[in-house]
Nanobody
Framework: QVQLVESGGGLVQPGGSARLSCAAS????????QSWVRQAPGKGPEWVSA????????RYADSVKGRFTISRDNAKNTLYLQMNSLKPEDTAVYYC???????????????????WGQGTQVTVSS
């Protein structure tokens, strides 16, 4: 049974940091590109970041570039998102997603991905 389980969300003050984790099971994690996608209240989903299978190539949306860092530990089957200098507009449900495409996806539609997590809420507020 394939599972992607996100954790690490919660309430964070503006300017603060948070680290999200996504634990994968039921598939060969190291063979899949991994992405983070978020959805803010009342808005459509937004692709945030992606990382290749080996972890050496990363991409970011302009809205988070320089503040967020994606990484992965293939030995632990876990994906991470380190979020610094958080802003209220970063408030969203954050989803991790996996795809087996040759070059990775820059895609916000969950149906484009092979696997999708249940999401973790991040709220940035004072």
């Amino acid at each position: 049974q394939v599972q992607l389980v996100e954790s690490g969300g919660g309430l964070v003050q503006p300017g603060g940091s948070a680290r999200l984790s996504c634990a994968a099971s039921g598939f060969t994690f190291s063979s899949y590109y991994q992405s983070w996608v978020r959805q803010a209240p009342g808005k459509g989903p937004e692709w945030v970041s992606a990382i290749n299978t080996g972890g050496c190539s990363t991409r970011y949306a302009d809205s988070v570039k320089g503040r967020f860092t994606i990484s992965r530990d293939n030995a632990k089957n876990t994906l991470y998102l380190q979020m610094n200098s958080l802003k209220p507009e970063d408030t969203a449900v954050y989803y991790c997603a996996a795809d087996h495409s040759p070059y990775g996806l820059v895609e916000s539609d969950q149906y484009a991905y092979d696997y999708w997590g249940q999401g973790t809420q991040v709220t940035v507020s004072s």
